[in-house]
């Protein structure tokens, strides 16, 4: 990507830089999302247990579930935190902190005593922890997303933007490989006596590497000049909110079938699959297949961003959701391998990654440069936090009020499928290929509102934007 420096001047920053920060951007991330993940995955398969015994099965699963929730709560803190520095000392720093927070707080995790032990000290620090975090995590995305994309080039900025969505599924298969891989050489005692344990505490090996090449890359160019002219805002959170309020309630709209459709298909179906008694090794398999072909669809999808514009991928997959609702659900309820696999596919390889690939790029083109940290951080983690923590949290309760049924769980994924739908449309399209060709696209920027008219005043506002002229 080239940007302007003080003179007037283009520069081109090193393609070897820009592959090196998105290869430190996805194995951040992915250490990030294994945090994340493998405590979800335990808390279905294992915390209820061993953190909050109950008669009921699923009580005990909605208990380690709202702790999982918790996280989610944190989250948006965090994104205010590490958006606001992030836009004052630098997009490095930021996620510097960020891996550290959220990697020594999973390790502690596989210390931890339980009920049996130390009563209800285990679970209040087990909840002390995960909205640790939520915290970290909450900073991580917006940032590793937007360190990448200010280097990629406008005309495939989609591309490699979605190279750092890949930590979701490299952060999720890992875990659940090895839960997998311990649920089939343990026996159940083994697992929930000590097995459990063993992926938290290797995910300070993830947590090392991600560390060592974060602190290699060098600061966003982007920053660097705005850093250089001094056009850093003072109180990026205020600002982006003040000035863009109504394009961060859009956006949060957009990423609500996202957020929740992940952990649906990846977690609370697991506690459906208990609740009617469907092979847990047969479901986790099925995921594991289905995100592990997001590897290549996620690019995929992010190329095609590029092309036929982020709004138009991102619709088509929301709307796949919809449809895939209740075969969904028909085809986990029919316990068929082949049935439940391309359900799988469909909703995970195909659904979620038509909409999760785009974001990368459209909720950053969304901002001008001095706010980017703060207004993706505030879009990324409401969204999350209401998509995947309180209404996944209800999808639970739902759960176990309904004793199983589906209903209301294809119910949530339809509403919230059309509710992000009608929140894109209400989206401008910001993929360079597919503006109009009719306006100047310094004109465009102007004219949607993307950058505030008076920022011509303030050095680098419009000129250090996404959407700015290339």
């Known amino acids: 990507m080239s940007t302007n420096n003080e003179n007037g001047d283009t520069t081109q920053p090193d393609p070897a830089m820009l592959r090196r920060v ?15 993940f493998v405590y979800g995955t335990a808390a279905v398969l294992v915390f209820g247990q061993k953190f909050f015994p109950a008669s009921d099965p699923l009580t005990g699963t909605l208990a380690a579930f709202a702790t999982y929730a918790a996280g989610f709560f944190a989250r948006p803190l965090g994104g205010i935190v590490f958006g606001h520095f992030g836009d004052r000392i630098g997009r490095k720093k930021a996620l510097i902190a960020t891996i550290l927070t959220v990697g020594l707080g999973t390790f502690a995790i596989g210390l931890l005593p339980d009920y049996q032990t130390v009563g209800m000290w285990a679970p209040a620090a087990l909840l002390l922890i995960r909205v640790l975090q939520g915290f970290g995590v909450g900073g991580e995305q917006a940032g590793a997303v937007l360190l990448t994309a200010e280097y990629a080039p ?3 900025r989609g591309f490699f933007a979605s190279l750092v969505q890949l930590g979701a599924p490299a952060g999720f298969l890992i875990p659940s490989g090895l839960f997998a891989l311990l649920t089939s050489v343990l026996t159940p005692a083994q697992m929930i006596d000590w097995g459990w344990r063993l992926p938290f505490l290797g995910s300070v090996v993830l947590v090392a590497v991600g560390l060592y090449i974060r602190l290699r890359t060098e600061e966003s160019p982007i920053f660097a000049a ?5 056009a850093i805002a003072t109180r990026p959170v205020v600002e982006v909110v003040q000035q863009f309020g109504p394009l961060i309630a859009k956006g949060v709209g957009a ?10 298909y ?11 008694g469907i092979a847990q090794s047969l479901l986790l398999q099925t995921v594991i297949v289905a995100v592990a072909l997001e590897l290549v669809t996620i690019p995929f999808a992010g190329a095609l961003s590029d092309r036929i514009g982020r709004r138009t991928t991102f619709i088509a997959g929301a709307l796949l959701h919809v449809l895939l609702a209740w075969p969904f659900f028909a085809a986990i309820d029919s316990g068929s391998r082949i049935a439940i696999q391309i359900v799988m596919i469909l909703a995970i390889s195909v659904g979620h990654s038509l909409c999760y690939a785009p974001q990368a790029a459209l909720f950053p083109e969304l901002f001008p440069a001095r706010v980017h940290c703060s207004g993706i951080a505030l879009i990324w983690q409401v969204g999350s936090l209401l998509g995947s923590g309180v209404l996944g ?21 339809v509403v919230l499928g059309v509710v992000s739908a009608i929140s894109l449309a209400c989206l401008p399209e910001t993929a360079p290929r597919r503006r109009s060709s009719a306006v100047d696209l310094h004109d465009w920027v102007t004219h949607t509102g993307t950058v505030d008219d008076a920022a011509s005043s303030r050095p680098l506002a419009a000129s250090t934007s996404f959407v700015a002229r290339r």
């Open 255 to 264: 990423k609500l079938i996202e957020a929740c459709t992940f952990a649906m």
């Open 266 to 276: 990846t977690l609370i179906v697991l506690a459906y699959g208990k609740a009617h």
């Open 22 to 36: 998105a290869l430190a951007s996805t194995i951040g991330t992915a250490a990030e999302y294994y945090d994340f």
């Open 226 to 230: 705005i850093r250089r002219t001094k």
């Open 393 to 413: 949290l209800a999808a639970v309760k739902l759960l176990q009020v309904r004793h199983g049924g589906p209903l209301t769980l294809v119910a949530y994924v």
């Open 154 to 156: 406008p005309a495939r």
